[in-house]
């Protein structure tokens, strides 16, 4: 889930099909043995095969970093029609050191939908195996409309975007005034999109950039596919399966996107679509965990527990935030910040998404807790001192964090002589989801959609259910006749490998049991580690992808892998300096393990 990163965001039911359990992981097991290989349809081949297709590349190795070429190359906006419109999209490759060792090429794709495949490219060498990088290019595409690709854009400039978007500057809209502006927001932005965003908004399905890649791919010379896909990239590794199942080499998909409930059916379409996703359960589970296992722990490994109950606090804190927002900090370049109930969920959500998600919740949720109590004693005055302190040390930390994912794009943005002055991010992550899936039709039916998920998913379930409010079908009328929506059962020309983790907080755990029950001849591969994706959290689960791309070798069935960092099992005393500042700032992420970046406090969440 990564974006271009902003200091403060401008727009701020499923059902397992044959399951088995095995050493604890839902197994998934399909009808009957796959035999022979799905081909790819005649309309499909006949759209992407006759499209001619040249890269212009260009040497930009002194800004991203040794063996690196940018391109570009010319798409159709449709392709039912191969000489009409075109779009243009920006790739970034890495070449392999030694080309006598090469296998071919890796795609990867680090989700959102809106992530920028150029800069997880020139990220690559940080969270990427010596093993892969020694054997593939590296190739990483920015998805039509998308980031240095041809933008797409649904208002005439800035002004008019912050205006229409304004009602959206929450995580999710709590009270009737913020929802009424929440909703009328979410219908400008679908009119917008739908009329000023066409036709490239109405372009943007996952299909479409499935038979981008599709050219890219034989562009590049590869027979077949190799392809590494994370969170919303799973479900592009999805589609791509099953719109060219016999053009698979290997194909991993980590973090994964129930493709039914993405895509929707016309017994769901009732209900929004980031809510048929159960995005919301998969968070509010991984921190009822934490929050166990802290108890379990006790005071000794877990400072949430030296004041009670740690459930207890959570819903004392909730209590106090809903009745009224507390003051985090002062911050000198963005004023006070306030701690309201969508800001609280969606700075756990960001702690949830990291590998060591037990330390983040513990430390931040303790200054939280904090700052309820009454400061009447000098103790307890300095406590909250030294909680603000912390918290805008954590806050701080999330901005860097965000910033420094985007730094490539920037960097080579000053390089090439231009940057990105009207930022597009929300309607490239808009436009692929309501082009994918079905919604209701009307943006007020989110309101009763997210009193559902409150109960189900208390604040989690709101935040994940309103992100996909600008979808209503009688606003955001832009449609892609060339969508894919199913089916998802295509046997491939080499297994897919599917990875889920227990505790994912944006793709829920059954997102992954789904999709491997669904694809004959897939293996699901379940890991218990801690935060958004498994590759880089868990050594177990990244030695098996990297075995199964480089040599097609799946992991035994039912495994499980085990995450490297798990929750309270270092005693607080050994965990360095009494200061809390300091010691959060040491928490923080020096090198991303993993291409995902979590979403910042008062954001939409992306996927």
Same mark, same amino acid.
């Given at each position: ?59 930009? %190795?002194? &800004? ?9 190359? *010319? ?55 010596? /093993? ?185 804190? &909730? ?51 904090? #700052? ?9 005055? $300095?406590?909250? &001192?030294?909680?603000?302190? $912390?918290? *805008? ?16 794009? &920037? ?45 189900? $998913? ?28 199913? /089916? ?21 755990? *059954?997102?992954?049991?789904? $999709? ?8 699901? #591969? ?38 490297? %960092? ?20 040491? #928490? ?20």
């Amino acid at each position: 889930m990564t974006s271009r990163p902003r200091a403060r965001a401008l727009t701020a039911a499923l059902t397992a099909i044959g399951l088995t359990l095995v050493g604890g992981a839902l197994t998934a097991t399909s009808s009957s043995a796959a035999t022979t290989t799905s081909t790819t349809s005649t309309t499909e081949s006949t759209r992407v095969d006759r499209v001619k297709s040249t890269i212009d590349w260009f040497d930009c %190795s002194a &800004v991203v970093g040794p063996r690196s070429d940018c391109g570009t190359i *010319q798409l159709p906006v449709d392709y039912d029609q191969p000489t009409g419109a075109k779009t243009e999209v920006s790739l970034l490759r890495v070449r392999v050191a030694d080309p006598k060792k090469k296998v071919g090429t890796l795609f990867i794709n680090p989700g959102g939908p809106g992530g920028s495949g150029v800069d997880i490219a020139a990220n690559a060498s940080a969270f990427l195996s010596p /093993a892969l990088l020694a054997k593939f290019d590296i190739v990483g595409f920015d998805p039509r409309g998308t980031n240095f690709s041809d933008n797409v854009k649904c208002f005439k400039n800035l002004g008019e975007q912050a205006t229409a978007l304004s009602g959206l500057n929450t995580a999710f809209p709590y009270g009737t005034k913020a929802t009424t502006a929440y909703v009328s927001s979410a219908e400008k932005f679908g009119k917008a999109c739908s009329t000023t965003g066409k036709p490239l908004s109405a372009s943007m399905s996952t299909a479409e950039v499935a038979r981008d890649m599709d050219v890219l791919r034989r562009t590049l010379g590869d027979k077949k596919l190799t392809y590494l896909g994370f969170s919303y990239g799973t479900y592009l590794g999805n589609v791509y399966a099953n719109l060219f199942p016999d053009r698979v080499r290997a194909l991993v998909i980590d973090g994964v996107l129930d493709p039914v409930a993405w895509a929707g059916t016309t017994s769901t379409a009732s209900i929004p679509q980031t809510q048929r996703l159960r995005s919301g359960e998969g968070a509010d589970k991984a921190l009822q965990e934490i929050l166990r296992r802290c108890d379990q722990a006790g005071k000794d490994y877990c400072n949430l527990a030296t004041t009670g109950d740690p459930q207890l606090q959570y819903a004392k804190l &909730v209590a106090a935030v809903k009745k009224k927002p507390i003051l985090l900090f002062s911050d000198p370049d963005y004023g006070d910040e306030y701690l309201d109930y969508p800001t609280l969920v969606s700075w756990l959500l960001g702690d949830l998404y990291a590998p060591d998600a037990g330390t983040y919740v513990d430390w931040d949720l303790s200054g939280m807790v904090s #700052l309820t109590q009454p400061a009447t004693t000098v103790k307890a005055k $300095a406590a909250q &001192v030294a909680a603000r302190k $912390a918290l *805008q040390a954590r806050y701080d930390a999330k901005q860097a964090a965000a910033t420094k994912a985007g730094a490539p794009s &920037v960097k080579l943005a000053k390089k090439l002589g231009f940057g990105f002055p009207y930022d597009n991010s929300p309607e490239a992550f808009q436009s692929v989801l309501c082009t994918d899936g079905l919604n209701p039709a009307k943006a007020s039916s989110w309101t009763s959609a997210a009193a559902y998920a409150e109960n189900s $998913a208390p604040g989690f379930g709101p935040l994940w259910t309103w992100a996909s409010a600008p979808c209503a079908s009688s606003t955001w009328t832009a449609r892609d006749e060339d969508a894919y929506a199913g /089916a998802f059962t295509h046997t491939t020309s080499a297994p897919v490998l599917v990875v889920g983790s227990f505790w994912d907080p944006a793709t829920n755990y *059954q997102g992954a049991v789904k $999709a491997a029950s669904l694809l004959p001849s897939s293996r699901l #591969l379940s890991s218990d580690n801690w935060g958004h994706t498994a590759y880089g959290t868990s050594a177990c689960a990244t030695n098996a992808i990297d075995a199964y791309l480089t040599s097609v070798k799946l992991p035994s069935a039912g495994k499980v892998c085990k995450g490297d %960092s798990q929750p309270f099992t270092t005693k607080l005393e050994d965990q360095g300096s009494d200061d809390a500042a300091l010691k959060l700032q040491r #928490l923080a992420p020096q090198q991303p393990v993993s291409p995902i970046v979590a979403p910042l406090p008062g954001d939409l969440p992306r996927y």
